[in-house]
């Protein structure tokens, strides 16, 4: 079945940097579109980061511009998000999501602290 496995989450001090990585399976990675969204306690869940199937594209929030990464490795079906220069603002839980024509598909969430 299709499955989103998200890892590298934790606590990390302020100016930190953390790496999530999302393992994919059960369907066509190469295909999908993959996001990074993230819900902070009482509020909306929020989209990161966005790549295209091929990797050639990429688009973030204006919040983490300039400090976030999104990349992934087709041949390990992974997702990555590189997160550098945290603030307590990007404290929340970070979901990764799979979009095609065949496929629409979440992970059960990786909890990132932001905090001193």
């Known amino acids: 079945q299709v499955q989103l496995v998200e890892s590298g989450g934790g606590l990390v001090q302020p100016g930190g940097s953390l790496r999530l990585s999302c393992v994919a399976s059960g369907f066509t990675f190469s295909r999908a579109a993959m996001s990074w969204y993230r819900q902070a306690p009482g509020k909306e869940r929020e989209l990161v980061a966005v790549i295209t199937s091929t990797g050639g594209s990429t688009n973030y929030a204006d919040s983490v511009k300039g400090r976030f990464t999104i990349s992934r490795d087709n041949a390990k079906n992974t997702v990555y998000l590189q997160m550098n220069n945290l603030k307590p603002d990007d404290t929340g839980v970070y979901y990764c999501?799979?979009?095609?024509?065949?496929?629409?598909?979440w992970g059960q969430g990786t909890q990132v602290t932001v905090s001193s």
């Open positions: 999501k799979a979009a095609s024509r065949d496929t629409l598909a």
